[in-house]
């Protein structure tokens, strides 16, 4: 059987320690026997990110931009103990926060869902995607502990001098202070993102704040997030068959327990940075939660949501057995694939990746799977099988898919 060809390259960034080692089983079980891969290659391993004094991931980042879809493995992000370990010239930044600030992207996280792993929320049905806002107000912070009695105040001064001023309150004695901020371009930068995230996937789109509120702060992004879906997008959505829906945060909570998934939720920062931690171990868990950074010019860049898997590694490393389990990252490959097929033309390679996915889910409802999921299954009669052997019976169950097709088609 001929291989699938490529036109365009996909911008790679493998990555560090056990993901490391699955994306390479993943290329050569699964991805070099049936397409002729053609990528650009970055190594954001920890030890060639501190050869390069970290330019490795600027270049990868640029080569995103430059070509629009990219490919990326789980990576350290150095801290004390990373700094010994690998002998660093410097705690390198996260290369999440690099790439994500060089392309001014929005990070999208969707569950992948399969029979036999069911959400702890009996009626969600449909994978609920989050999309959190990831610049700025509580993490881009400045408080004081306030000592004792005094007034504490807001300024503004413009470039001209001018001030505004207004008191925040007048403390009697000790207490606590935080001044946070964030600015159109990074709200707008957001609000397009999800946007045009909900059109490519034909998925509704809620939005919550706590505008009543922080009536300036929280109703700067809901002017913002109305204006722009009322100037660019409402005819799109009618068009596609999908809704924006903007509510209060608290409304919004309580209706994701009741609804049945298949949507869009959009939160500011804080709140994404919260609920998605609580969406993601409702559906199951982290290895089935895939992660899509958009940027608003369209650049797309798929990884798992979870880290390098370290204590596997270093049970890896000492010839010991692992059972890693490897589905968001083959999600991170077929996302990636897809999107490049359908930017090229590209059909055979869109086919390819559902294919993929299917053989990946079909898999795991047969009672084959990783240790992460047979301790939480609700399926009788599993297999556990070692992180080989995992991507083996994939590829397995691939094979009689295509042979399936081929039948068919005869
Ligand atoms: P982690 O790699 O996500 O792993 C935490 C624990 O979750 C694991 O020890 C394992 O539990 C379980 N787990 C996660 N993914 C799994 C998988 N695919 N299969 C089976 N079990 C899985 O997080 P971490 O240990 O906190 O971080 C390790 C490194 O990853 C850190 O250096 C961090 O900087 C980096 N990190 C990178 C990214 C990224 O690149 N996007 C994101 C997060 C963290 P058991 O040990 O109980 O089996
Ligand atoms: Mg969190």
């Known amino acids: 059987m001929s291989r699938i060809e490529m036109s365009t390259p996909l911008v790679e960034m493998?990555?560090?320690e056990m993901t490391r080692i699955l994306w390479q089983m993943i290329k050569d079980e699964l991805l070099m026997p049936y397409i002729d891969l053609k990528t650009e290659y970055y190594d954001l391993g920890l030890e060639h990110r501190n050869e390069t004094n970290d330019q490795v991931t600027i270049d990868s980042a640029n080569a995103t931009a430059k070509?629009?879809?990219?490919?990326?493995?789980?990576?350290?992000?150095p801290n004390a103990a990373r700094m010994t370990e690998y002998n660093l010239k410097e705690m390198w930044k996260s290369p999440n926060g690099t790439i994500r600030?060089?392309?001014?992207?929005?990070?999208?996280?969707?569950p992948i869902v399969v029979k036999g792993i069911e959400p702890c929320v009996k009626n969600w049905k449909q994978p609920i995607t989050l999309a959190r806002h990831a610049y700025g107000d509580v993490y881009k912070n400045v408080e004081i502990k306030v000592p004792g009695a005094g007034k504490a105040e807001l300024v503004f001064t413009a470039e001209d001098g001018t001030e505004i001023r207004e008191t925040i309150h007048n403390f009697t004695g000790g207490g606590v202070i935080q001044g946070m901020h964030n600015t159109d371009k990074s709200i707008t930068s957001f609000a397009k993102a999800c946007f045009n995230y909900a059109l490519a996937?034909?998925?509704d789109l809620w939005f919550a704040t706590k505008d009543t509120i922080s009536k300036k702060y929280d109703h700067d992004f809901k002017d913002i997030f109305q204006d722009m879906f009322e100037k660019e997008y409402e005819d799109r959505f009618k068009k596609a068959g999908?809704?924006?829906f903007y509510t209060l945060i608290d409304d919004a909570v309580a209706r994701v327990m009741k609804a049945e998934g298949g949507f869009i939720w959009a939160c500011k920062n804080y709140d994404g940075d919260v609920m998605s931690d609580m969406v993601s171990s409702a559906f199951g868990s982290l290895a089935m939660m895939t992660s899509v950074l958009v940027s608003p010019t369209g650049v797309f860049e798929y990884e798992a949501a979870h880290g390098t898997v370290q204590r596997h590694y270093y049970k890896h490393l000492k010839g010991e057995e692992t059972s890693t389990n490897s589905v968001a990252t083959i999600f991170a490959w077929t996302g990636a694939l897809r999107k490049r097929g359908e930017l090229d033309k590209?059909?055979?390679?869109?086919?390819?990746?559902?294919?993929?996915e299917k053989a990946t889910i079909q898999t795991i409802e047969e009672g084959k799977m990783t240790k992460d999921l047979a301790l939480i299954t609700s399926l009788q009669n599993v297999t556990t099988l070692n992180s080989h052997d995992f991507i083996k019976a994939i590829r397995a169950t691939y094979e009689t898919l295509i042979l399936h097709v081929d039948h068919e088609s005869c």
């Not at 600030?101 to 969707?110: E, I, P």
């Not at 590209?346 to 993929?356: I, R, V």
Request: hydrophobic share 40%; with cysteine; proline share 0%.
């Open 14 to 16: 493998d990555g560090d």
């Open 67 to 77: 070509y629009g879809v990219a490919v990326k493995c789980a990576t350290i992000t």
């Open 101 to 110: 600030a060089a392309l001014d992207g929005t990070v999208f996280r969707s």
């Open 201 to 203: 996937t034909r998925q």
């Open 242 to 244: 999908i809704t924006y």
């Open 346 to 356: 590209n059909t055979a390679l869109c086919d390819f990746a559902d294919k993929l």
